[in-house]
């Protein structure tokens, strides 16, 4: 499931924690308190909460999805055959079945739950067993360029929501890794190389995504000379990473320490100051919910406190808007029509993938409705498959497979920009206990990143014509 067991914080997780909730009051959140939603009265002062995870089955997943979306529930990023999973607590299941569902405990869970006061970032390099926290992640980054001067250049692009507030926050750093000639790494969508863009953890509490950036910039900087496929792909090719698109929820997440706390959104409290800090009541926006294209169309909410709030307008965010502003400076645009079935060009070139976690599943656009197709359906589902190949996961648009979800980065990316994007959901496909948001970290080098790896070095090896591509077997 898409949580993990928790045991209570220790004292000193607890007071790092504290230290960087917002200030929220708690209050019953989203627009039907009665309809057995997640609410709360008070102020949270630490300890525990139980978190139920129920199994939804449903007659039509992508229409029943976006009700229950529509409804403020937790809808999670995984599918079982036509079944939901929802996150709440036990009056969620009186709601759910108002609404015609007859669901069924998956897992009882206990949560974290810090208290509620104000925030710098977090300390230290690790927690929850190795997880790298942003402070690892950005010296990471230092490291490369310093150790590796010839092939890495860290840029910071800009800063955080609560950055820009005066509350601590980060800036947002991007690195450049490539065998560096001269014009590379330049801020210049009239690159000399074609251009690979990973990016992760703009959902904060989906850790697996930031350690496969991890160790994408190793396997980049390290095999570079001693491995034949990275030699030629760096010599070739700028790999640009973000490791943490959303730093301030990172940092929230981290500061439960191996109690990791269960922050999805960013830290912008403006929206939503009755919010609780549950995993299912949260201040912040969906940053995957508030780009620009589409947005407010699907599989988003308007009530602050829910998990899939969109924010006030498209591109509220300043870490979005930096993000976008960090494309256009990367990439042409080069798809010119307007309508959401023109095609960019066959000749163009560059490739963005956006990690999430924990669906198995490789997606592409549009996400925001399934039954309409790209102008380039054919070379992103070809694309797409032979990526679920290497991972075992499933392909499709979101709503194919998964559900319709709008204002969402890939979408983002193609519709501006023509740019071949993707989603990898992570998960795990072969049930070996590697599931949920936060698993253990043993998974990250024993299972996930032989799965990943394969597909990144695929991806960024199809980043100088994907839209050739016209076959699952990369031809």
């Known amino acids: 499931m898409a949580y993990k067991r928790l045991a209570g914080l220790t004292a000193g997780a607890l007071i790092a924690a504290a ?19 997640a609410t709360t009265t008070g102020r949270a002062h630490g300890g525990q ?4 995870i129920y199994r939804v089955p449903t007659r039509n997943p992508r229409a029943d999805a976006e009700r229950l979306v529509d409804s403020g529930y937790d809808l999670l990023e995984k599918r079982q055959g036509d079944s939901l999973f929802v996150a709440g607590n036990a009056s969620t299941a009186a709601g759910l079945r108002r609404l015609g569902f007859t669901p069924a405990i998956a897992t009882t869970l206990t949560e974290a739950v810090p208290s509620a006061t104000v925030a710098p970032h977090a300390v230290g390099d690790t927690y929850d067993g190795g997880y790298h926290t942003v402070t690892a992640q950005y010296s990471h980054m230092d490291s490369a360029a310093s150790q590796h001067p010839d092939l890495a250049k860290v840029v910071t692009y800009g800063q955080s929501w609560l950055k820009k507030q005066g509350r601590g926050g980060r800036d947002l750093k991007a690195i450049c890794i490539t065998k560096i000639q001269a014009g590379d790494c330049a801020l210049s969508p009239n690159s000399a190389k074609p251009r690979f863009f990973l990016m992760s953890q703009i959902h904060a509490r989906e850790l697996t995504t930031g350690e496969m950036s991890y160790r994408w910039i190793d396997a980049l900087t390290n095999g570079y000379g001693k491995d034949s496929a990275i030699t030629q792909l760096m010599n070739t090719t ?35 100051s ?12 969906d940053l995957n919910r508030n780009a620009g294209t589409h947005w407010d169309t699907a599989g988003t909410s308007s009530a602050p406190c829910d998990q899939t709030y969109g924010g006030p307008a498209s591109d509220s965010e300043v870490e979005n808007t930096a993000l976008e502003n960090l494309f256009r400076e990367l990439f042409p645009a080069v798809r010119t029509g307007t309508s959401d079935t023109a095609p960019a060009p066959t000749n163009a070139k560059g490739m963005m993938i956006t990690m999430h976690s924990d669906a ?13 197709h790209t102008g380039n359906d054919t070379a992103l589902r070809a694309l797409a498959a032979h990526m679920a190949s290497l991972t075992g996961y499933q392909y499709g648009q979101a709503g194919e497979i998964l559900y319709n979800a709008s204002g969402g980065t890939d979408d983002w990316t193609y519709d501006k920009l023509g740019l071949a994007s993707f989603t990898i959901e992570i998960g795990d496909s072969d049930g070996v206990g590697c599931d949920g948001f936060t698993p253990a970290y043993s998974c990250q080098d024993s299972y996930f990143w032989p799965k990943i790896e394969p597909a990144l070095l695929y991806a960024a090896q199809h980043a100088t014509s994907p839209y050739t591509t016209t076959s699952a077997g990369g031809n």
């Open 360 to 372: 198995s599943m490789v997606l592409f656009p549009w996400e925001y409705k399934a039954t309409v």
């Open 19 to 37: 230290a960087l909730l917002p200030q929220v009051a708690q209050a019953g959140t989203g627009k039907d308190a009665t309809a057995g939603r």
């Open 49 to 52: 909460r139980t978190v139920v």
């Open 274 to 285: 009755r919010c609780g800090v549950s995993a299912y009541s949260q201040i912040g926006v």
């Open 238 to 272: 700028e790999m640009w990473v973000v490791p943490d698109a959303n730093p301030d929820g990172v940092d929230m997440v981290a500061a439960g320490g191996d109690n990791p706390v269960l922050q999805r959104k960013n830290g912008d409290d403006s929206h939503g």
